[in-house]
């Protein structure tokens, strides 16, 4: 298994967490509103374009709907960002359909569906991209083994690339705990964690299933720059006290990487392969966000 990036930063609010990501940071976003996820990929990936970055949205045609509304209440001009190359959208359903082989993903063809389209966006001279990534949403209720494979792809791409991702989970808000074994094992692939938005409605529902699952009672405050914690622990703390709601950001902190683990594109040598226009939507052209 390849161990998710650590992260040793400070520990900070879901908002700055989502605005200032660092690369190789592989943040888990759980929700029950599909337009607060909006707002969080819309904060996330806006922030990276506004600053010159560029972003890729693999997400539902619904999804993709409503991060670009968001974005464009952010003032980030979606048509131009597509034409000039800065803002790449996929479809997650194809995508997911190029690499998926007996139900399982399969990592040379998952590669050869990414990787071309990072290519193709420092081709026209962004280095800083921001990933959202919701292919896993669309197995995790039904295929928890094939979404724990697509996770650790996705943290070498991660490793190798240098790029940050946020991946989304949508949590039923009347069955959190019957997810916390699915929660344990996916906590494990990720950098951090920002938890369930509606805490109005789940808080004890949502801090009992997830203090099972990480290990903890509760939801607590930590302190920055402390020793690698057991893989199996799991930090929620934020500044000095305990918090709740969308400012808890659990920050998972990971063994590093294996000494014998050889880098990705020494691996993938020769590795080709380039993304459809069914499955991948941008054209030529010029502009600023």
């Not at 990036?5 to 879901?14: I, M, R």
């Not at 979404?147 to 943290?155: D, I, K, P």
């Not at 990720?190 to 004890?204: E, I, T």
Request: aromatic fraction near 4%; charge should be positive.
């Amino acid at each position: 298994m390849t161990p998710p990036p650590s992260s040793l930063s400070p520990p900070q609010s879901w908002e700055r967490l989502l605005r200032t990501p660092h690369p190789r940071d592989h943040v888990v976003q759980l929700y029950t509103d599909e337009q607060f996820l909006g707002r969080a990929v819309a904060h996330f990936l806006g922030a990276g374009l506004r600053d010159g970055g560029a972003a890729v949205i693999i997400g539902t045609p619904a999804h993709v709907r409503v991060i670009c509304d968001r974005l464009d209440t952010a003032g980030v001009e979606v048509p131009k960002a597509v034409r000039r190359g800065q803002l790449v959208i996929a479809d997650a359903e194809q995508c997911l359909a190029r690499f998926m082989k007996d139900g399982l993903p399969d990592r040379a063809a998952f590669l050869a569906t990414v990787l071309p389209i990072l290519e193709t966006i420092r081709a026209e001279g962004y280095r800083n991209i921001r990933l959202f990534g919701e292919m896993v949403n669309l197995l995790w209720d039904h295929n928890l083994e094939a979404t724990v494979q697509l996770e650790e792809m996705w943290n070498e791409v991660l490793a190798d690339q240098g790029v940050s991702l946020l991946c989304a989970y949508r949590i039923d808000p009347f069955d959190v705990r019957a997810h916390r074994g699915v929660l344990h094992q996916i906590s494990r692939c990720h950098s951090h964690l920002v938890p369930v938005d509606d805490y109005d409605r789940l808080d004890r529902a949502v801090e009992r299933a997830l203090g099972d699952t990480f290990g903890q009672g509760r939801t607590e405050a930590t302190t920055a720059h402390r020793d690698p914690l057991p893989r199996r622990h799991v930090d929620a703390r934020v500044g000095s006290r305990p918090v709740r709601g969308p400012q808890a950001v659990a920050q998972h902190r990971r063994h590093a990487p294996r000494a014998d683990a050889a880098p990705l594109s020494r691996r993938l040598a020769g590795l080709g392969g380039q993304p459809t226009s069914a499955s991948v939507h941008r054209a030529a052209g010029q502009g600023a966000v």
